[in-house]
């Protein structure tokens, strides 16, 4: 079955240093990749799509990678900053349907500290 | 637009009881989806709809469970009767693409069953 992986353990970072998120996943071919970050309390929100074709993507501070050989996107944030706190959720997408039948990770929870 | 809005945004409930959530999509959405979040299981994809109409349920659990879309603008999750492994935060996305899209999502409904 389709398996995705993230850092179950929170990832402790001080602030301007530069923060490396990690999801693999198995069993899958997914066409697109997406990054959403998700506050206590609150839906997640989309960062970020990248696509099979495309090596690394970036916006402002956040740059992904996705490399489909190994299965693994890797998430990066420079500069990190105390307001960048939260849990960050990977979502393949699978090729099935017509729609964006994204399945989520768990999510990693980034705490940037002072 | 003000987003995707989800009611009630907390539920507690009795073993047993019919549980209603809510969702009105962003306007001019086409796909509308029905996630529940745990701690152990992350973000699972329960149904979704494509112009009103249901694409993709076999992510719902079992019986107990329905969700309508009568309009492009409402739609309705049901559990019928609720149980306490319902527990759970209930979130509503909408999309104006297919494939590729990006998600928006509500702010969720958190259920407690008792």
């Known amino acids: 079955s389709q398996k995705i992986e993230q850092n179950s353990e929170a990832l402790n970072i001080q602030e301007g240093k530069t923060a490396t998120l990690t999801c693999n996943y198995t069993?899958?071919?997914?066409?697109?990749l997406q990054w959403y970050r998700q506050d206590p309390g609150r839906g997640p929100v989309f960062l970020l799509l990248i696509r099979e074709n495309e090596k690394e993507k970036r916006k402002e501070r956040l740059k992904v990678t996705f490399d489909t050989t190994l299965k693994q996107s890797l998430f990066h944030i420079t500069a990190s900053q105390p307001a960048d706190s939260a849990t960050y959720l990977c979502a393949p997408e699978g090729e099935d349907g017509t729609a964006s039948k994204l399945t989520f990770g768990t999510g990693t929870r980034l705490q940037v500290t002072l | 637009d003000a987003g995707v809005i989800q009611s009630p945004r907390h539920e507690v409930t009795e073993m047993g009881q019919e549980v209603t959530l809510r969702c009105k999509p962003i306007?001019?959405?086409?796909?509308l989806f029905w996630y529940r979040q745990t701690m152990m299981r992350g973000l699972e994809l329960l149904i979704y709809?494509?112009?009103?109409?249901?694409?993709?349920d076999s992510g719902m659990p079992e019986d107990r469970f329905s969700a309508k879309m009568p309009n492009a603008s409402f739609s309705t999750l049901k559990i019928q009767p609720s149980e306490p492994r319902d527990s759970a935060v209930y979130f509503c996305a909408s999309s104006s693409q297919g494939k590729g899209g990006e998600l928006f999502f509500g702010e969720g409904s958190r259920l407690t069953v008792l």
């Open positions: 069993n899958y071919s997914p066409a697109y």
């Open positions: 306007s001019g959405h086409d796909y």
């Open positions: 709809f494509n112009n009103n109409v249901p694409i993709d």
